[in-house]
């Protein structure tokens, strides 16, 4: 007699089916980038074997691109490793935020979800509404949605460098515009209901620029997200 699944699996799957939904939308985003991605790995005389196994084991897009583009210009290993580091730094920081939302979760799945925190989905886990914000904050909702985001990008990384034979340079490099244009749709929604989340956008936006005019882009990059994150806390007063 076959047993009927339980209401805690039922559940689970509601919630893991809700962040593949959620994660969606970034798969697409991430797809063409990844492609562009692949094709690039390829050109530099990266294996096609290779370029998929930087997307399985480094899984961040701007420092793969960065990554490539100066092994390409014939950077050593160690310039490359510490551009890469101080590019990264800001994930050190929001893998913070996403831990508090993950306070309840056992160490297995804090270690296995940590993996997967991109800036895309820490700008869905972070400033993302709606009627399922405690699905949000469980193993199996987050499994999906940043499981679905990886497979993504893998996955164009795989059709990238399958096609970099015969994939013109025009469309690879207007591929990699679909980044800001994900960007963008993360960030209008949540800033049309509330005006802080744009002030604090539009602020860390100029400050990056400005700190990006003498400073290298990965430090940058961290001191506009501190900043950013900072100010967060002063403006924003909800949980969100």
């Known amino acids: 007699m076959e047993s009927k699944p339980s209401n805690l699996e039922i559940k689970s799957s509601s919630q893991l089916v809700q962040g593949i939904q959620a994660g969606l939308p970034i798969f697409l985003g991430y797809f063409p980038i990844a492609i562009a991605f692949g094709t690039l790995a390829v050109q530099a005389q990266l294996s096609w074997t290779e370029a998929v196994l930087m997307s399985l084991i480094v899984f961040a897009g701007a420092s793969q691109f960065v990554g490539v583009s100066m092994f390409l210009a014939g950077a050593g290993a160690a310039q490359i490793i510490a551009t890469t580091f101080f590019l990264n730094l800001r994930h050190l920081i929001m893998s913070l935020a996403v831990n508090d939302q993950m306070r309840h979760f056992s160490g297995g799945w804090k270690g296995f979800l940590s993996f997967f925190i991109t800036d895309e989905t820490f700008a869905l886990l972070t400033l993302g509404r709606g009627d399922h914000r405690s699905e949000r904050r469980t193993p199996a909702y987050m499994a999906g949605l940043m499981i679905t985001a990886y497979l993504g990008w893998v996955t164009g990384t795989a059709v990238g460098g399958l096609g970099a034979g015969f994939i013109p340079v025009e469309i690879t490099t207007a591929m990699t515009v679909g980044l800001y244009g994900l960007f963008i749709g993360l960030l209008v929604p949540p800033a049309r209901k509330s005006l802080n989340f744009g002030i604090i956008a539009v602020s860390s936006m100029i400050l990056n ?32």
């Open 209 to 240: 620029w400005a700190l990006g005019l003498f400073m290298d882009a990965g430090w940058a990059i961290v001191l506009a997200t501190i900043f950013a994150a900072g100010l967060g806390i002063i403006l924003i007063k909800e949980d969100v």
